[in-house]
């Protein structure tokens, strides 16, 4: 038990669909994390929120839109997605944003294909 | 730009040594961190180094020179149970954490 849940596991979609990722973190940590993770590729930080506010967006295109309720919840809706975005999308969190030790704690990953 | 650079793959033997090597540039260093990943499983932390030196934890020791922009990643006594992706990750002075894209480790009998 990592204490951050994901779902779902797996899901395949074409690229007409609409779809959302779920991730809940039961740490009480402050900042959460989106990653795509493709096959032999450093992890791609994709938006960070803390304290429910997104800091970041690295250049993510607008098909990918993500939403964070309260500090537990995450999701990330996905729509129009092309092939290339198929990959593992892994959630995150962590006690704070800055800081000297900063340890991420990682759920279990959603293994997305696009057909 | 920021780069994280480390092994694609290593091969080593059960019940030996390993070193995993991985080499930084990056806009400023606030800690190196170490990440196991099985196939198909989340990431999983195992060291952060800050300060110059070695770590120890158990079998696993880590160790950073940040002059030179280097960490290693040295399993002893390997097991089976070791074989698994190891992740280089480094915090930059925006406290973003950049990744390697990880080292495939196989452990044969």
């Known amino acids: 038990e990592t204490g951050v849940t994901q779902t779902p596991r797996h899901l395949v979609m074409g690229m007409t669909n609409k779809k959302s990722l779920k991730c809940e973190q039961h740490l009480g940590h402050n900042a959460m994390y989106w990653y795509k993770q493709s096959a032999k590729k450093p992890l791609e930080l994709m938006f960070v929120?803390?304290?429910?506010?997104?800091?970041e967006n690295n250049s993510v295109p607008s098909r990918f839109s993500p939403e964070c309720p309260n500090s537990s919840h995450l999701f990330l809706h996905l729509h129009t997605l092309q092939p290339e975005d198929s990959a593992l999308y892994l959630c995150?969190?962590?006690?704070?944003?800055?800081?000297?030790?900063?340890?991420?704690?990682f759920g279990p990953g959603t293994r997305l294909t696009v057909l | 730009g920021q780069n994280i650079d480390q092994p694609t793959e290593m091969t080593a033997t059960e019940g030996a040594i390993v070193q995993i090597n991985c080499t930084y540039q990056t806009s400023g260093f606030n800690g190196l961190f170490w990440y196991q990943q099985h196939a198909g499983e989340a990431p999983t932390f195992l060291s952060y180094n800050v300060l110059d030196g070695l770590e120890e934890k158990g079998r696993f020791s880590s160790f950073l020179s940040r002059s030179k922009g280097y960490s290693y990643l040295l399993l002893k006594e390997l097991q089976m149970k070791d074989s698994a992706s190891y992740l280089c990750?480094?915090?930059?002075?925006?406290?973003?954490?950049?990744w390697g894209a990880g080292t495939k480790l196989i452990i044969k009998p």
């Open positions: 929120y803390n304290f429910k506010e997104q800091t």
């Open positions: 990750a480094v915090l930059d002075s925006n406290y973003q954490l950049i």
């Open positions: 995150a969190s962590s006690h704070q944003l800055a800081g000297d030790y900063n340890e991420q704690f």
